[in-house]
């Protein structure tokens, strides 16, 4: 198969810390030129640039060519309750969120949602995810399976919860752990998709549950998703949980805090947290649309940067309401520009929701568009002029998105989505 169109390519840095922390120049390293793509079964074969193909089966000379999105932080069970407007998070996780997931103690609704999940990403361009399913095990079985057979790449956790949640998600610490590393076991950390370790946060983890999560996933070296400082009343009740250590010297002296650990949100957090979760090489998955959605507060992208902390970006469904990581994306700009601070640009956010998540998934850090890649690709045909004119082609394209423009989703070498 061809593709041709103007394809988006990334200047990388030889070096993975340095990319993520670099200047705003390599950050901003996304080209977009014109060329094509041969794709030869779930691999790209061949990148020519140059020149638009004649013989090319999609595409043409105003399409955009990306590769798939990536979404470093979502709950696949929460698909179903976007949009419950109006309550703080633990209000909300109590009221909305867990009679919600307690669904998935069916593990056929659980495969068949993952299902409809994948469906909904696809239709948005998001072709990998880190996401969150439910405490039980055989729904979490279910999800990876369906991720699996349709090409997904990523990581997907059971998550852990041992208290502060109604009785019928709570689950004894060691079974819940004993269930994980079945899941290791079956779906091994370095494979394109590999189960998680997957504590939901300090408030519904006990200390034990906590360090045996951390002592699972070291022996595993699995990524571990959690959350972190999200809300003030969630921070005040984690010191009165745990006689006032600090939440972030908790989840490092429960070896949480390692260099394949990702933490949603991170919006309170003082300077020596920062150098912690710098010094440990974390990652905070900045989740934009949900901090507004429950009034959580702003994150300070440009002060998070500062202190060298690894930033990722996540849709952060069922409180993010955006499937589209453009708009998320663009909700990253907007968060960063209210207050007051520095702002990322177009190229930048797009460099985030492509290279910049895929290096915090421990990806190499090459273009995803080099040869032997797994065909990621999306196939985009805006309705504007964008090429030709006084505003910068990827600002236009960000901020005037429409998710119609996107034609195609391909991932692994096939069709996954298209519009009719
Ligand atoms: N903190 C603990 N669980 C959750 C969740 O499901 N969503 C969000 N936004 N924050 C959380
Ligand atoms: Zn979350």
Known sequence: M????????????????????????????????????????????????????????????????????????????????????????????????????RRWEDPDYARTMTNRVIDQCFAHGTTSICAYATVHHSGAVAALEVAQQRNVRGVIGQVLMDRQAPDYLLRPAQLQIDETRRL????????????????RFAVSCTGELMNAAGELAKERDAVIQTHLAETLQECDLVQNLFGGVSYTDLYR?????????????????????????ADADSIIAHCPTANSFLRSGTMNRAALLQSSVKLAL?????????RSMIRVARAMIEAASSLGESFPSAAEALWQITHGNALALGWPDRDRFSSDEQADVLVIQPNV????????????????????????????????YSST
């Open 2 to 101: 061809i593709i041709t169109g103007q394809l988006v390519r990334i200047d990388r840095s030889s070096n993975v810390a340095e990319s993520q922390r670099g200047s705003a120049e390599q950050r901003n390293a996304v080209r977009i030129i014109p060329g094509y793509l041969r794709i030869e079964g779930n691999r790209i074969a061949e990148v020519v640039e140059g020149e638009i193909s004649e013989r090319a089966d999609l595409g043409g000379p105003d399409y955009l060519i990306c590769p798939g999105f990536i979404d470093t932080h979502l709950h696949l069970p929460q698909f179903d309750m976007i949009g419950s407007h109006g309550l703080p998070l633990l209000q909300w996780l109590d009221e909305v969120t867990f009679p919600s997931e």
């Open 253 to 277: 002296d429960a070896g949480l805090l390692t260099p394949r650990s990702i933490f949603g949100h991170g919006i309170y957090l003082d300077s020596s947290d920062c150098k912690k979760i």
């Open 385 to 416: 002029v964008w090429l030709y004119g006084e505003v910068d082609p990827l600002s236009k394209l960000m901020f005037s998105w429409d998710d119609r423009w996107l034609k195609t989703t391909i991932v692994a070498g096939e069709a996954s």
């Open 314 to 322: 996540g849709s952060d469904i069922g409180a993010g309401y955006e």
């Open 184 to 199: 290791l076991d079956r779906f091994p950390p370095g494979a394109s998709l590999a189960a998680a370790v997957t504590p």
